[in-house]
Nanobody
Framework: VQLQAFGGGLVQARASLRLSCAAS????????RGWFRQAPGKEREFVAA????????FYSNSVKGRFTISRDNTKNTMYLQMKSLKPEDTAVYYC?????????????????WGQGTLVTVSS
């Protein structure tokens, strides 16, 4: 199973950006998929997650109302639409997939990870 994240780039504050995460390889049934981010010198933090079967979504307080996570089952792809970006959103964004069990907002419970895509927001 491979996850590939792409769509990052350099944008100005208040701009929008959409990240994509495509899954490939053997068919697997993920309980949830999520986005995490890691800024320089900081720990990886939860951003958003979606329960694959129900489309239930979760967000960190720092992005709630600005970011939207979505999925396309036909393409086995997850998206993160980011609006009103702020300089503090600058980070490497990782997508991940979790099998059964664990917590949707805990990175350690995710078994599969993409390579990360850099988002830089200038002020």
């Amino acid at each position: 199973v491979q996850l590939q994240a792409f769509g990052g780039g350099l944008v100005q504050a208040r701009a929008s950006l959409r990240l994509s995460c495509a899954a490939s390889g053997r068919t697997f049934r993920s309980d949830a998929r999520g986005w995490f981010r890691q800024a320089p010198g900081k720990e990886r933090e939860f951003v958003a997650a979606v329960i694959w079967s129900s489309d239930t979504t979760f967000y960190s307080n720092s992005v709630k109302g600005r970011f939207t996570i979505s999925r396309d089952n036909t393409k086995n792809t997850m998206y993160l639409q980011m609006k009103s970006l702020k300089p503090e959103d600058t980070a490497v964004y990782y997508c991940a997939a979790k099998l059964e069990g664990g917590s949707y907002d805990y990175a350690g419970d995710y078994e599969y990870w993409g390579q990360g895509t850099l988002v830089t927001v200038s002020s």
